[in-house]
């Protein structure tokens, strides 16, 4: 399998070794570092694209209008008929188009997900989740976009439903954040509630995440890899870490990501400034 990676900035890096790992001969292309060539594209099926979130519509457009089967690092884009078209190109070429919502392969979330499944917590109440750092400076895609789309994407997974009304609050905590910095995110479903918090302007780092079910309080923290219900661990067997479990996902085509992709979209568009 002859792939590609567009883009050799920080992920992409970090990407190249993980896609390494498996049996393909990847060849690497940044034209802004003057790394590889379209004929080198043309040779590859498979395509990855690590490049900054505003790039991602005209490059992957253009991917799979060159039967492509393209692997996109999160946001596809900022704009829900953006999404729509490149899906309706991937359909009509016959290509898949796979968005790495890191968290959908994390071994924590999906141990988690088959025990809310099992209803081993009971019904779900309320979820509070914080994704706070001091973290690097983004300049492309808001902390809505950048951060909270995660905790967006793993509520989705574990519940299976879209909320029916949803409310964001963008603000800038440093003055020379060029994106806003900040967001809080409301999310009211038909049977339980959620709250987002994301910034990467935090003085301390909080990635934890607090569930109240009909039968006790489950903590989950992501910084840790801890989760306890009631006070009590719950323990699980790690697998592979989620960047690898993705990339398999979609060398092998093990899991479609355009549902959820649509529905991320949209509701981080809601009420955008």
């Known amino acids: 399998m002859k792939c590609a990676l567009f883009g050799?900035?920080?992920w992409g890096r970090i990407l190249e070794?993980?896609?390494?790992?498996?049996?393909?001969?990847?060849?690497?292309?940044?034209?802004?570092?003057?790394?590889?060539?379209?004929?080198?594209l043309e040779?590859?099926?498979?395509v990855f694209v690590a490049t900054p979130a505003s790039t991602h519509f005209d490059l992957?457009?253009?991917?799979?209008?060159?039967?492509?089967?393209v692997f996109c690092e999160k946001p596809l884009t900022f704009k829900t008929e953006e999404v729509d078209e490149l899906y309706r190109i991937a359909d009509r070429q016959n290509c898949s188009l796979f968005v790495d919502w890191t968290f959908l392969f994390n071994e924590a979330v999906n141990n988690l997900k088959r025990k809310i499944d099992n209803r081993d917590f009971g019904e779900i109440i309320s979820v509070s989740a914080k994704r706070l750092n001091k973290g690097p400076?983004?300049?492309?895609?808001?902390?809505?976009?950048?951060?909270?789309?995660?905790?967006?994407?793993i509520i989705l997974h574990l519940f299976d439903?879209?909320?029916?009304?949803?409310?964001?609050?963008?603000?800038?905590?440093?003055?020379?954040?060029?994106?806003?910095?900040?967001?809080?995110?409301?999310?009211?479903f038909d049977n339980f509630d959620a709250i987002i918090e994301a910034s990467w302007e935090h003085p301390i780092k909080d990635r934890t995440w607090k569930f109240a079910f009909s039968n006790g309080i489950l903590h989950w923290d992501d910084a840790t890899g801890s989760s306890t219900f009631n006070g009590e661990e719950i323990n699980f067997e790690p697998s592979a870490t989620p960047?690898?479990?993705?990339?398999?996902?979609?060398?092998?085509?093990?899991?479609?990501?355009?549902?959820i992709t649509k529905q991320i979209t949209k509701i981080l568009e809601w009420n955008q400034n």
Do not use: M
Request: charged residues 25%; aromatic residues 10%.
């Open 60 to 69: 992957v457009k253009n991917l799979l209008n060159r039967k492509k089967e």
């Open 137 to 153: 400076q983004r300049t492309d895609a808001s902390a809505r976009w950048d951060l909270a789309s995660h905790d967006l994407s």
């Open 43 to 46: 040779l590859c099926s498979h």
């Open 243 to 259: 960047l690898s479990n993705a990339v398999e996902s979609f060398l092998y085509q093990k899991f479609n990501t355009k549902k």
């Open 8 to 10: 050799y900035g920080y």
């Open 161 to 188: 439903k879209s909320p029916i009304n949803t409310s964001w609050f963008d603000f800038y905590r440093s003055k020379d954040s060029q994106v806003s910095d900040t967001c809080v995110g409301i999310l009211k």
């Open 17 to 40: 070794k993980t896609i390494r790992t498996f049996a393909v001969d990847l060849t690497v292309i940044d034209p802004n570092l003057g790394i590889g060539t379209d004929q080198d």
